[in-house]
Each structure stands twice: as C-alpha cells, then as structure tokens.
C-alpha cells in the first residue's frame, strides 16, 4: 500500500488469488469458516493472471495457426464446465423445488420440523411457502437472532413442543447424506420415531420431504385426498362435468 507509482500485477493477482482461501482453511480447524462462496472474487486474480498471460502470448506474434490452436484449446477445456455449471444438475439443493413440495405436504395448522435446523435456510426466500405451518424447534428467528438459520429451543424442550401436533412436515437430508449430529437434532429424530409414523415422502434435489402423523388415520386422510385428486385430474382431462372438478379443487 505504500507503493508509489505502478504495482508489478502478480504482486496485485497472486495475493488476491490465494489469500481468502488459504486465510479460511488455516483458521477452519478452529472454527469451521470455510465456504466457497465465500471467496468465489478471488477469481479476479485469476482472471488477471490470464489475461496477463494471453496479453504475452500475443506480444511474443506467434504464428496465427497457433495462436487458433490455443484458443480453440482453452475455449474446449472451459467449454464443459461452463455448460455444467449453468444447468439445474449442478446444483446441491433446489430450494425452489423444495419450498414447493413443502406447501403442497403441508396442511394448515401442522407442524415443521427441521433435520438438521440449518435446513431453514432451503424455505427462507418464499416464507410463503411455510406460511400456515409452525415451525416447532425454532425459539429466535433469522432476522432477530441476526444469524442464517435462526436459533431453535434447548433440547428438552423439543419433544414436548413436538408432541402438541398429530401432523408433522419434516424437510430432512436425501439418503445417504451426512447429518448434523448434536442434542437437538437427536431429540426431534428420537421423538419423531417412538411417536409417529411416516406417511409419504417427496424426494427433490438435495432434499426429502416427510410427512409424519400421530394416527394411522391421518395417513388414511392423505391417501384419499390424493387419489380423490388424481381422479378429478383425470376427469378434467376426459372433459367431465364441473361439480366433480370443483371438489377436487376445495381438496387440493
């Protein structure tokens, strides 16, 4: 900072390049801080490190075949990734999806359920979507606790707070993912499983949604409120009359 004049642009690129990162890792067996999105501007130094590098290889004129061959090399080496990364399969989690399998599982009044909590983040950009569900774990909210994934309720207070509904939304890992393992989320996965019973589940991209119930019954309920569905779809599609539409609408 106390150079006058023009900077040398390694001096400028490298640090920009490696430092954030590098800073990150270091201090990640303390406390775990590392997250690329965090540092994904330290490509700026990459960047200028290649077009640094572009801008020699064009002063050494070499002959324009290679000049061509290059460029058609990088061009088919970035090509791939570049179509990948701008595809839905690249993603981890679609909380578009997500947000929408959770309202359409979710009946008024039922309760929610994170596993493990920082899952709250998924539903936190369409709040509509949770809109007429209680979130059972949760104490402080994002926005007041000044935190991503809000703070939830002690672990022994869980399970009674869990117990006040017979209907439960849970948005849960997809199979095989590593889970969060602490008191907290012990308690809802050990209350969930001597209390209820799963009825259904809607598996999206980097998530699973399941829905528990207290009674057998319950499930019945759902099992005729979809097919009660699925035949007025059917019906609509078969051009049948209005009044069997509009009921299966009110259940929808």
């Known amino acids: 900072m106390n150079v006058r004049g023009a900077i040398q642009l390694p001096v400028l690129a490298l640090p920009i390049l490696v430092l954030p990162g590098l800073l990150l890792l270091l201090l990640s067996p303390v406390k775990p801080l590392f997250v690329d999105r965090y540092v994904l501007y330290s490509s700026i130094g990459f960047a200028l490190l290649l077009g640094a590098g572009i801008d020699r290889f064009h002063r050494r004129q070499l002959s324009s075949r290679t000049s061509w061959v290059a460029a058609l090399a990088v061009l088919a080496a970035l090509l791939p990734p570049s ?7 690249s993603r981890h989690d679609d909380v578009i999806a997500i947000g929408n399998a959770v309202r359409h599982a979710g009946r008024s009044g039922d309760g929610l359920l994170y596993l493990p909590g920082r899952h709250r983040v998924w539903t936190g950009a369409t709040p509509e979507d949770t809109r007429f569900l209680t979130d059972l774990a949760l104490v402080q909210d994002p926005t007041s606790s000044n935190t991503l994934a809000g703070i939830e309720l002690p672990a022994q207070d869980i399970p009674a707070r869990i117990l006040k509904f017979s209907r439960i939304v849970a948005v849960r890992d997809p199979e095989g993912a590593h889970s969060d393992t602490n008191s907290q989320e012990e308690a809802k996965t050990r209350t969930l499983k001597r209390y209820f019973r799963e009825c259904g589940t809607t598996r999206v991209t980097g998530a699973r949604i399941t829905v528990y119930v207290r009674k057998v019954a319950l499930c019945r309920e759902d099992d005729q409120r979809l097919a009660a569905v699925e035949r007025s779809k059917k019906e609509l599609r078969t051009g049948a ?12």
């Open 83 to 89: 179509l990948y990364l701008r595809m839905p399969q």
């Open 241 to 252: 009359s209005s009044p069997p539409i509009w009921h299966a609408r009110r259940a929808e």
